[in-house]
């Protein structure tokens, strides 16, 4: 069956980095957009960054320009979001999302909290 299963989150201090991962199965993950979505407490979830299917396009949330990179490795139906100068703004449940219109994809989430 199909899965997305997220890692890589956790308790960082504000200037820190993250490195999330988001491993697929159970589906041609190859022919497939990626993204990154967060949701904070009390607020909607958001798009953070996306992938195109061969990697050649990316783009980002305003809010994280320069800070995050979204990336992926086909061969290992992988997709990356490395997150650095982390602010405590940037604290919510990371999740990842798997389209192909009109298919969809998403995983269970990981936390990431940026305090001190």
């Known amino acids: 069956q199909v899965q997305l299963v997220e890692s890589g989150g956790g308790l960082v201090q504000p200037g820190g980095s993250l490195r999330l991962s988001c491993a697929a199965s159970?589906?041609?993950?190859?022919?497939?957009?990626m993204r990154w979505y967060r949701q904070a407490p009390g607020k909607e979830r958001e798009l953070v960054a996306s992938i195109s299917s061969a990697g050649g396009n990316t783009d980002y949330a305003d809010s994280v320009k320069g800070r995050f990179t979204i990336s992926r490795d086909n061969a290992k139906n992988t997709v990356y979001l490395q997150m650095n100068s982390l602010k405590p703004e940037d604290t919510a449940v990371y999740y990842c999302?798997?389209?192909?219109?009109?298919?969809?994809?998403w995983g269970q989430g990981t936390q990431v909290t940026v305090s001190s």
């Open positions: 159970g589906f041609t993950f190859t022919i497939y957009v």
């Open positions: 999302n798997a389209v192909r219109i009109p298919l969809g994809y």
